[in-house]
């Protein structure tokens, strides 16, 4: 216990470190927001991929793939690799620029520029969204965590979650968006390691063993979706790149578009591998429990998602498996960082707070909100009884169909107008919440971001089409 604790501390002592660091290179709010535009395509990449998975790829998506077999990993996976790239490809490069030409470093900000709000009241819906879905998002970040903390210290689950709290807070509260994504990056490393090694050191351990996994788990090597309705949910995953604000905020932040490529080329790389690892876990974690048993995962009081924390465990030696279970923090604080940065910015850059302030006022304003949702989404964490799936889903369909379909035609059609935001905006927002909350099929697994993508999607078009059209000052200022 001795060992799991000092190398816990050699970890967060070097995450405290980055963020003091970068305090020193951050003097005003829009530093502290996207780090002056200067990061290079590898730490970009690794620090969106990071920020992206976050505990889902290692506690999620193998606990998942125990318990529902290979078509839970395979589809989802899917998925996430084709929306990701397309949004590498369609996206990044045209935010970066057009962003640049806006003199905007927010999503709110970008939309509102973008459609000439001069009243303000689309920056102010769009980062009331933020606000909603990014709170869930962060608590969804905390759960996992808490897990973490919960099952290496056997501390209660109120004294890990206070742990991890700090623990987020403290780095992001010193340094902004630079030290998120220089910490992102080394967490991005240490995840992409630890998924490597377990899966590898998993595998050899079952090799030789009898155990037939798809005798234990029937589930376990069937990839067939269930039906094409499930398929395609599962898949629709990959739509909600498109409208993640932490993921965007790297596009917006990187040095040039020129190195828009590089970094392509590396997330995805990292992303794919990443994705296959864990998927391998999940089905290692079913031969492996059958043969040797694994504790708190399957059987009474047991809980899937501890599968990578419990094969880790058992796998590592005592030297080493402190700094793999620090990996599945790294996976917590690698996203629960980039979004309290962008509920801080939210607060300061897109309501009418931080209007009169000096900009280097508005910094520490940003870093006292960091404090503030950190707390809010702490009382979502300790309340909410769901999984830490659920509440990822959640959060990540709300900002898919909210923000997805509009910034894919603010950024590919010139022709999208104020209103058709508004209507993308608020159709996507109340749709995720009516799908979640009051339609299903019975007998198919349907995501609420699959249908609320769709209809904000045509909503933007159709209203686009019957209100007035940017200005052509607007559209020659973004070359359109």
């Known amino acids: 216990m001795i060992l799991a604790y000092t190398q816990f501390g050699i970890y967060l002592a070097m995450m405290l470190g980055i963020g003091w660091y970068s305090m020193s290179k951050t003097s005003d709010n829009a530093g502290y927001i996207a780090g002056g535009r200067s990061l290079g395509p590898a730490t970009t990449a690794i620090s969106a991929g990071a920020s992206d998975m976050s505990g889902w790829l290692l506690l999620g998506l193998p606990g998942a793939v125990f318990v529902g077999g290979l078509s839970e990993g395979l589809w989802i996976s899917a998925g996430l690799i084709i929306g990701a790239y397309l949004n590498w490809t369609l996206v990044a490069a045209r935010l970066r620029q057009f962003t640049e030409d806006l003199d905007a470093i927010t999503l709110p900000t970008y939309i509102g520029e973008r459609f000439e709000d001069k009243s303000g009241i689309l920056k102010i819906v769009a980062a009331v969204v933020i606000m909603l879905f990014f709170t869930l998002y962060v608590a969804s970040g905390l759960k996992g965590g808490t897990l973490l903390f919960a099952y290496t210290f056997d501390a209660s689950e109120k004294t890990a979650m206070i742990i991890t709290t700090i623990v987020v807070v403290s780095y992001t509260f010193l340094g902004g968006y630079l030290a998120v994504c220089w910490t992102d990056l080394i967490q991005g490393i240490l ?51 498109f409208g993640q604000p932490h993921i965007l905020a790297r ?19 990292w992303m794919i591998i990443s994705l296959f690892f864990s998927t391998c876990i999940g089905l290692i974690g079913i031969g492996y429990s059958e043969a040797f048993g694994l504790a708190g995962v399957s059987g009474e009081g047991g809980n899937s998602e501890r599968v990578f924390l419990a094969l880790s465990t058992v796998l590592f030696h005592p030297i080493f498996s402190g700094f793999v279970l620090a990996a599945v923090l790294a996976a917590v604080m690698s996203t629960a960082d980039s979004q309290l940065l962008v509920l801080s910015s ?115 078009v159709v209203v686009s089409k019957f209100s007035a059209r940017p200005s052509d000052e607007l559209l020659a200022r973004l070359k359109f």
């Open 251 to 269: 596009f917006v932040g990187i040095k040039n578009v020129e190195s828009v490529p590089a970094a392509r080329r590396i997330g995805m790389s």
């Open 346 to 460: 939210a607060l300061t850059e897109d309501t009418p707070i931080g209007k009169n302030m000096s900009n280097e006022k508005k910094a520490w304003v940003s870093r006292f909100g960091v404090v503030g949702f950190a707390i809010l989404a702490y009382v979502i964490a300790v309340t909410d009884e769901g999984n830490i799936l659920s509440m990822v889903a959640y959060a990540w369909g709300g900002f898919g169909a909210a923000f997805g379909p509009l910034v894919i035609l603010s950024l590919m059609w010139r022709d999208t107008t104020k209103a058709g935001a508004i209507a993308g905006i608020l159709v996507g927002s109340v749709s995720i919440v009516v799908f979640k909350n009051f339609v299903a099929v019975e007998g198919h697994y349907l995501y609420e971001l699959l249908p609320s993508f769709i209809l904000s999607f045509i909503s933007i």
């Open 191 to 241: 995840m992409f390691l630890a998924l490597l090694f377990t899966a590898m050191l998993g595998y050899f351990a079952i090799a030789g063993n009898p155990v037939d996994i798809s005798t234990v788990n029937p589930k376990a090597f069937d990839w067939k979706a269930g039906s094409i309705l499930s398929g395609a949910s599962l898949m629709a995953w990959g739509l909600g790149y």
